[in-house]
């Protein structure tokens, strides 16, 4: 049957199953907004504020749902308002399709209104990207996109579309998703692994995002029990074990917890899962792989030998390597290093703090949501604070930029993941500065009636920034006090959402107590300027240099 550019790419989104996209339209996507319009009961479009909120919404939702997220824009500006987003979900190998639209054929490349070669520009950004000159094409490059995204280790596709594309027709048949693996690894042999583990008398076993890509939360903890082997996380991989597990020590790296941090330096034996050692997780790379051997497991050649060199390498899907560990290897006892395993966890526990401190709004916080609810967060000290405090219980619950570390992230993650999770009451957990990058898309929020809480830790000051220049740069604050006057609250209700101030646990509990059943909620959170994410390994440090109080 004859069809359309946009018509196929209609046809090619419900074909992969996807019901939401988000975006915003512009003059070089209009035939496929009308596409849109036609198709509503078919897929589900939510226009933000900005197209940035858009890439960040559709990265959220991919993260929570585990589908692959879709966002629209149209030429020039438009597309490279999607730059940000893009190389976050390329850094947190999140699986994305951009599509934008850009100017007919006949004008591509005459500096024409509103053309940029986006193609170009996110080249470095993406696992692969296309651009689409004739419409007997279209259907296939689609096919090929979400089939790059989401397999091997997942990440973002770009697809460009010319509006003369959108609109030239040709023969269209349905065709089923691609199948199959992108970049087979060769087959994985364990054998090595599995010797050096039997050797050990302090196994590690250190997990990232890839345990969570590949969905092996239940082997992941399984493997843990198996070795008596206690288990820190980089920040992508926090939600893959739930905290209260007694072999859960959190988070690892510069601000991770004392225990993790320790313990992975004390360990004989690392079993690395699906993480690519980055300079915040390891500090001093020639101290980090001191004295242990590093048995790493990763999808991506790529990202083995890279930053810290393994003894054993294994390139292989997490999932389906864990599963041959635990056929492979028999229940190990391990007392003597749960006994220190457990002093290290004593030894972490800290006094009282201020009534209205990061960690106590957090746990006031987390009493309130369920343990299900998805929680996302910005940039920055109220980032680290949510690592550290925050009680993960379900997989795939954590929306944070991991690699680029994108202040403006939250507010759009927040969205897509409440729309992913079937309108749930979302959390987003961010500060005065960082909400200062989003805030326009409370008006997505609260156009589509989501219940999402946003818990503002409001110090006035840029307070990462700061707590480095407190440390390293002799308390000189250049331009990190922020001097600002918004009112949240007035903000807040100015958007059409609920406004609302605490200045202490006790108006906090009560603020919690009487939030209206749906729509978004702003609490502006007012805490001390000075207040420190720690403990903290300095940049290039070492456990040994680790800074507690």
């Known amino acids: 049957m004859k069809r359309n550019g946009a018509q196929i790419v209609v046809e090619q989104l419900c074909v992969h199953g996807v019901d939401t996209v988000f975006g915003y339209p512009g003059g070089?996507?209009?035939?496929?907004?009308?596409?849109?319009?036609?198709?509503?009961?078919?897929?589900?479009?939510?226009?933000?504020?900005?197209?940035?909120?858009?890439?960040?919404?559709?990265?959220?939702?991919?993260?929570v749902s585990g589908k692959t997220g879709v966002v629209i824009a149209t030429s020039g500006p438009g597309a490279t308002n999607l730059v940000t987003g893009i190389a976050n979900a390329y850094l947190d190998s999140v699986p994305l399709v951009a599509i934008t639209g850009n100017v007919s054929v006949?004008?591509?490349?005459?500096?024409?209104?509103?053309?940029?070669?986006?193609?170009?520009?996110?080249?470095?950004?993406?696992?692969?990207?296309?651009?689409?000159?004739?419409?007997?094409?279209?259907?296939?490059?689609?096919?090929?996109?979400?089939?790059?995204?989401?397999?091997?280790?997942?990440?973002?596709?770009?697809?460009?579309?010319?509006?003369?594309?959108?609109?030239?027709?040709?023969?269209?048949?349905?065709?089923?998703?691609?199948?199959?693996?992108?970049?087979?690894?060769?087959?994985?042999?364990?054998?090595?692994?599995?010797?050096?583990?039997?050797?050990c008398h302090r196994p590690y076993i250190y997990a990232g995002g890839g345990v969570l890509a590949s969905g092996a939360e239940a082997e992941l903890t399984a493997l843990a029990e198996r070795l008596s082997a206690p288990v820190g996380f980089s920040m992508m991989g926090l939600t893959a074990m739930p905290h209260h597990h007694s072999l859960n020590l959190g988070m690892c790296g510069?601000?991770?917890?004392?225990?993790?941090?320790?313990?992975?330096?004390?360990?004989?034996?690392?079993?690395?899962?699906?993480?690519?050692?980055?300079?915040?997780?390891?500090?001093?790379?020639?101290?980090?792989?001191?004295?242990?051997?590093?048995?790493?497991?990763?999808?991506?050649?790529?990202?083995?030998?890279?930053?810290?060199?393994?003894?054993?390498?294994?390139?292989?899907?997490?999932?389906?390597?864990?599963?041959?560990?635990?056929?492979?290897?028999?229940?190990?006892?391990?007392?003597?290093?749960?006994?220190?395993?457990?002093?290290?966890?004593?030894?972490?526990?800290?006094?009282?703090?201020?009534?209205?401190?990061?960690?106590?709004?957090?746990?006031?916080?987390?009493?309130?949501?369920?343990?299900?609810?998805?929680?996302?967060?910005?940039?920055?000290q109220h980032q680290m604070w949510t690592m550290q405090s925050y009680p993960f219980v379900k997989p795939r619950t954590l929306l944070t930029s991991g690699g680029l570390g994108a202040m403006g992230y939250g507010m759009g993650a927040a969205i897509g993941g409440c729309l992913a999770d079937g309108k749930r009451r979302a959390v987003l957990i961010t500060s005065d500065g960082s909400f200062g990058m989003n805030l326009t898309e409370l008006a997505t929020a609260v156009a589509q009636e989501l219940p999402l809480l946003i818990v503002i830790l409001n110090n006035g000051v840029l307070g990462m920034v700061r707590q480095w220049q407190t440390m390293f740069y002799g308390q000189r604050y250049s331009q990190?006090?922020?001097?600002?006057?918004?009112?949240?609250?007035?903000?807040?209700?100015?958007?059409?959402?609920?406004?609302?101030?605490?200045?202490?646990?006790?108006?906090?509990?009560?603020?919690?107590?009487?939030?209206?059943?749906?729509?978004?909620?702003?609490?502006?959170?007012?805490?001390?300027?000075?207040?420190r994410v720690l403990p903290m390994i300095p940049p290039g440090g070492s456990v040994q240099n680790i800074v507690r109080g």
Not at 145 to 169: C, K, M, T, W, Y
Request: proline share 6%.
């Open 28 to 63: 070089s996507v209009l035939p496929l907004y009308d596409e849109l319009y036609k198709n509503a009961h078919r897929v589900h479009h939510i226009i933000t504020a900005h197209e940035q909120g858009a890439t960040h919404a559709a990265d959220g939702y991919a993260r």
């Open 106 to 199: 006949p004008l591509l490349g005459k500096d024409s209104f509103q053309e940029v070669d986006i193609v170009g520009m996110t080249q470095p950004i993406v696992k692969h990207n296309f651009v689409v000159r004739d419409v007997k094409a279209l259907r296939d490059t689609l096919r090929e996109a979400f089939h790059i995204a989401n397999s091997g280790r997942r990440g973002p596709v770009l697809v460009d579309i010319p509006r003369s594309v959108q609109e030239d027709i040709c023969e269209y048949e349905d065709a089923p998703p691609l199948e199959g693996e992108t970049q087979p690894t060769a087959p994985f042999d364990t054998r090595q692994a599995v010797q050096a583990i039997r050797g």
């Open 254 to 380: 510069m601000h991770g917890r004392y225990a993790a941090s320790v313990a992975q330096s004390e360990c004989d034996v690392m079993l690395a899962l699906g993480v690519r050692f980055s300079d915040r997780a390891t500090g001093n790379v020639e101290a980090f792989g001191q004295g242990r051997v590093i048995i790493h497991v990763d999808i991506d050649l790529a990202e083995i030998d890279k930053n810290i060199p393994s003894h054993i390498a294994i390139c292989g899907d997490v999932k389906a390597v864990l599963a041959d560990l635990l056929r492979a290897l028999p229940p190990m006892k391990g007392d003597a290093w749960l006994a220190r395993v457990e002093e290290l966890k004593q030894a972490e526990l800290t006094p009282p703090v201020a009534d209205f401190s990061p960690r106590n709004i957090m746990e006031a916080v987390s009493g309130f949501c369920r343990e299900d609810a998805v929680v996302a967060t910005d940039v920055g």
């Open 480 to 531: 990190t006090t922020l001097d600002r006057r918004t009112d949240f609250p007035a903000l807040a209700r100015a958007f059409g959402a609920a406004g609302y101030r605490a200045e202490s646990l006790p108006q906090l509990a009560d603020i919690l107590g009487r939030l209206p059943a749906g729509g978004p909620a702003v609490i502006d959170c007012r805490i001390d300027r000075d207040e």
